[in-house]
T-cell receptor, first 117, second 121 residues
Framework: AQKITQTQPGMFVQEKEAVTLDCTYDTSDPSYGLFWYKQPSSGEMIFLIYQGSYDQQNATEGRYSLNFQKARKSANLVISASQLGDSAMYFCAMRREGSGNTGKLIFGQGTTLQVKP | NAGVMQNPRHLVRRRGQEARLRCSPVKGHSHVYWYRQLPEEGLKFMVYLQKENIIDESGMPKERFSAEFPKEGPSILRIQQVVRGDSAAYFC???????????????????FGAGTRLSVL
């Protein structure tokens, strides 16, 4: 069975500093994808970044990068130069890929990030 | 491109009534997913549909819940005889067909709507 663990219920970061949100996963599937979504207080879910298990390089999208360590089964999100608008709940998720994939996402419990001015 | 549209944004029902939640996917997306989020928790998968077909309903409660994605029109999540425990945020997501080439399409990223907050009195 697949499982996502986010051990940090809440995090604080000073504006303009970098912050790392932790995510570890457990799966026996040979091929999988890892995702991060942002949920601001308004409630919508915003896609941030994707990492495939066979991707050779860590994914980056603007100020977001994914520190993918396959052997440790971790997929931490790094946000550089934090902004006040980054204050939100962040969810790590994974899905099985390849044959038998139905695309469903398994989510972690989330980490609340607060950016201090 | 318009994103995933969900309506209503907020829905209040009394115990025993029916709730109908609608989801219009991104234009060109043929896959629709429904998730439920209880307070202070992550999203939990409920059902995955393609046009006129239920592909995976492993997360759906066995009773009172049903979903459809007709050939024409939005996807509907229907909850009959609602109970207080059904109070939650219900999210719909859509993605392009698997194997679509190019960028985010090839990754079959699921894009979410803003959700429907269901409150059962």
């Amino acid at each position: 069975a697949q499982k996502i663990t986010q051990t940090q219920p809440g995090m604080f970061v000073q504006e303009k500093e970098a912050v790392t949100l932790d995510c570890t996963y457990d799966t026996s599937d040979p091929s999988y994808g890892l995702f991060w979504y942002k949920q601001p207080s308004s409630g919508e879910m915003i896609f941030l970044i994707y990492q495939g298990s066979y991707d050779q390089q860590n994914a980056t999208e603007g100020r977001y990068s994914l520190n993918f360590q396959k052997a440790r089964k971790s997929a931490n999100l790094v946000i550089s130069a934090s902004q006040l608008g980054d204050s939100a709940m962040y969810f790590c998720a994974m899905r099985r890929e390849g044959s038998g994939n139905t695309g469903k996402l398994i989510f972690g419990q989330g980490t609340t990030l607060q950016v201090k001015p | 491109n318009a994103g995933v549209m969900q309506n209503p944004r907020h829905l209040v029902r009394r115990r025993g009534q029916e709730a109908r939640l609608r989801c219009s996917p991104v234009k060109g997306h043929s896959h629709v997913y429904w998730y439920r989020q209880l307070p202070e928790e992550g999203l939990k998968f409920m059902v995955y549909l393609q046009k006129e077909n239920i592909i995976d309903e492993s997360g759906m409660p066995k009773e009172r819940f049903s979903a459809e994605f007709p050939k024409e029109g939005p996807s509907i999540l229907r909850i009959q005889q609602v109970v207080r425990g059904d109070s939650a945020a219900y999210f719909c997501a859509s993605s392009p067909p698997f194997g679509t080439s190019g960028g985010a399409m090839a990754k079959n990223i699921q894009y979410f709507g803003a959700g429907t907050r269901l409150s059962v009195l």
